[in-house]
């Protein structure tokens, strides 16, 4: 697997760039040579961010973990993507039934597909709102995201909730 390290705000010291190839590198036994991580390091205010992503043939991993400590964001992340593969590689082995090891890149087109499929629709009228007031209808129905009509553009947007406390808005661009 191939390791691909960039900083944000941060700079890269040998020392770290080692840390973060040889932690990685502990995922190797899942994917053939040619597959890419790319890991993000990050530093706002004293929250130390990592966040990795390692894109497949049918989707992608991606674990992102903040701490006070860049090495300590390192091993969780580390171990958040292991516990995601291990998971992934467990729903396929009982899907394929060969007893053959599997590897993200052998699986055969059809499986992952078979895994997903719609179990409810909902519908809902919608009416013209502004951005405030979807926020606010998100929090009274404890919802981590909110679908609705803008009232301002009247197209179909999306507020959510962030990690850090706050809300982003969704805007499709056709």
Do not use: C, W
């Not at 691909?4 to 700079?11: A, F, L, Q, R």
């Not at 390091?41 to 006070?68: F, H, M, W």
């Amino acid at each position: 697997m191939k390791t691909i390290i960039s900083g944000k705000t941060i700079v890269i010291t040998d020392a770290l760039k080692n840390t973060v190839e040889k932690k990685l590198s502990k995922l190797d036994k899942y994917f053939l040579d040619d597959v890419e991580a790319t890991a993000t390091l990050s530093v706002e205010k004293n929250r130390q961010i990592i966040e990795v992503t390692i894109p497949l043939a049918k989707g992608i991993i991606r674990a992102e973990e903040e701490t006070d400590d860049m090495y300590t964001s390192l091993d969780r992340v580390v171990d958040v993507l292991e516990r995601q593969i291990r998971k992934h590689k467990t729903k396929l082995q009982k899907m394929v039934h060969n007893g053959e090891t599997i590897r993200f890149e052998n699986i055969p087109n059809g499986i992952i597909e078979k895994e997903a499929k719609i179990v409810r629709t909902k519908k809902f009228a919608m009416k013209p709102m502004y951005e405030e007031e979807a926020v606010l209808q998100m929090e009274l129905l404890r919802h981590a995201f909110f679908v609705f009509m803008n009232a301002k553009t009247d197209e179909v947007n999306v507020v959510y909730k962030r990690k850090d406390g706050n809300y982003g808005l969704i805007e499709p661009i056709f």
